[in-house]
């Protein structure tokens, strides 16, 4: 019996010392890295951008080195009605693509790298022209995947997208001026209309001369007054820019003559204009323009007559 007790004891320790020896290696054989932790990003994640812009959507992925990624399907969708494909490009390791497509409000990309991949990389940009107003987003889709080395997916599933507003500037029109009108006076009307695009409002409106500021609105009608006469005459550039409460900006612009002593409208300041003149000199209350009241005042006197000589001879 003490034989027998003898013999278990030194079995066991056999035992014991085997498993102890073999216990690593199980250890290390049974050890397998997390799968499914290889993740895409997709950037910017939100952000305004304008109407007539270009979009751009940048795609990369993440994963570690027990993953041996080595391929992928990148499905996006988009709402073609406010973004129009326009192409993609990689920008990456991943050169072997048999998959490169879109439209009608898909992308599909399919592609590959000659060795496995570690930490972050750069996959592809995607281009959109921003054809209308509102707002949206690009976003994966299932059927995208990232798989290993051996064909299998170590994909996370996660499906990130941009949310973004695209933006309208206002629209701007001068409404009661035409390419070559001759203008003039102290107090020439110069009339616009706008509308903010973006359910917003209009912040100011701004009338330029040759790209210096002259007036500035900041309530509708956007209807300035201009005094012609702190201009030379002859051909000028007007503008008028209007800027919402998001920023955006548009403009409208016309070329005008500034024609201040052609008071026949004939397009030139010679003897015609000052015979007009001379027949209503020294007219005291109600004069017009067209009798020789240059300068607005009502008057028809010597401040006229030096208008119309600072401009003589002008011709458009």
């Given at each position: 019996?003490?034989?027998?007790?003898?013999?278990?004891?030194?079995?066991?320790?056999?035992?014991?010392?085997?498993?102890?020896?073999?216990?690593?290696?199980?250890?290390?054989?049974?050890?397998?890295?997390?799968?499914?932790?290889?993740?895409?990003?997709?950037?910017?994640?939100?952000?305004?951008?304008?109407?007539?812009?270009?979009?751009?959507?940048?795609?990369?992925?993440?994963?570690?080195?027990?993953?041996?990624?080595?391929?992928?399907?990148?499905?996006?969708?988009?709402?073609?009605?406010?973004?129009?494909?326009?192409?993609?490009?990689?920008?990456?390791?991943?050169?072997?693509?048999?998959?490169?497509?879109?439209?009608?409000?898909?992308?599909?990309?399919?592609?590959?790298?000659?060795?496995?991949?570690?930490?972050?990389?750069?996959?592809?940009?995607?281009?959109?022209?921003?054809?209308?107003?509102?707002?949206?987003?690009?976003?994966?889709?299932?059927?995208?995947?990232?798989?290993?080395?051996?064909?299998?997916?170590?994909?996370?599933?996660?499906?990130?997208?941009?949310?973004?507003?695209?933006?309208?500037?206002p629209s701007i029109s001068i409404t009661n001026l035409s390419s070559s009108q001759e203008?003039?006076?102290?107090?020439?009307?110069?009339?616009?209309?706008?509308?903010?695009?973006?359910?917003?409002?209009?912040?100011?409106?701004?009338?330029?001369?040759?790209?210096?500021?002259?007036?500035?609105?900041?309530?509708?009608?956007?209807?300035?007054?201009l005094n012609t006469l702190n201009y030379s005459d002859g051909l000028h550039t007007l503008?008028?820019?209007?800027?919402?409460?998001?920023?955006?900006?548009?403009?409208?612009?016309?070329?005008?003559?500034?024609?201040?002593?052609?008071?026949?409208?004939?397009?030139?300041?010679?003897?015609?204009?000052?015979?007009?003149?001379?027949?209503?000199?020294?007219?005291s209350s109600g004069a017009t323009y067209s009798q020789g009241d240059i300068s607005g005042?009502?008057?028809?006197?010597?401040?006229?007559?030096?208008?119309?000589?600072?401009?003589?001879?002008?011709?458009?």
């Amino acid at each position: 019996m003490r034989d027998n007790n003898k013999h278990f004891r030194k079995t066991a320790g056999v035992l014991l010392a085997i498993l102890i020896c073999i216990s690593p290696i199980f250890l290390v054989v049974g050890k397998t890295h997390a799968s499914n932790d290889a993740y895409f990003s997709l950037t910017p994640t939100s952000g305004n951008f304008n109407v007539g812009n270009t979009f751009v959507a940048t795609l990369t992925e993440t994963a570690t080195s027990g993953d041996n990624m080595i391929a992928f399907q990148a499905n996006l969708s988009y709402n073609s009605s406010l973004l129009q494909y326009v192409s993609t490009a990689l920008t990456g390791p991943f050169t072997l693509s048999p998959q490169n497509s879109g439209g009608s409000g898909l992308v599909n990309l399919a592609c590959a790298a000659t060795t496995t991949q570690t930490g972050t990389q750069s996959i592809a940009t995607f281009t959109f022209n921003i054809i209308s107003n509102g707002s949206t987003s690009v976003s994966m889709t299932t059927g995208s995947d990232i798989d290993n080395l051996s064909g299998n997916s170590v994909w996370n599933s996660s499906l990130p997208s941009s949310t973004i507003n695209l933006i309208a500037p206002p629209s701007i029109s001068i409404t009661n001026l035409s390419s070559s009108q001759e203008i003039y006076g102290k107090s020439f009307a110069v009339d616009s209309t706008v509308t903010a695009n973006d359910a917003g409002s209009i912040t100011n409106n701004v009338l330029s001369v040759d790209s210096s500021a002259a007036n500035t609105l900041t309530n509708g009608p956007y209807n300035f007054s201009l005094n012609t006469l702190n201009y030379s005459d002859g051909l000028h550039t007007l503008s008028v820019k209007a800027t919402d409460d998001l920023s955006q900006t548009n403009t409208a612009s016309v070329s005008v003559y500034i024609s201040n002593g052609d008071i026949n409208s004939d397009g030139h300041i010679n003897i015609s204009d000052l015979a007009v003149l001379a027949t209503n000199w020294g007219k005291s209350s109600g004069a017009t323009y067209s009798q020789g009241d240059i300068s607005g005042d009502g008057k028809i006197n010597v401040s006229d007559l030096a208008i119309m000589a600072a401009n003589w001879g002008w011709s458009d």
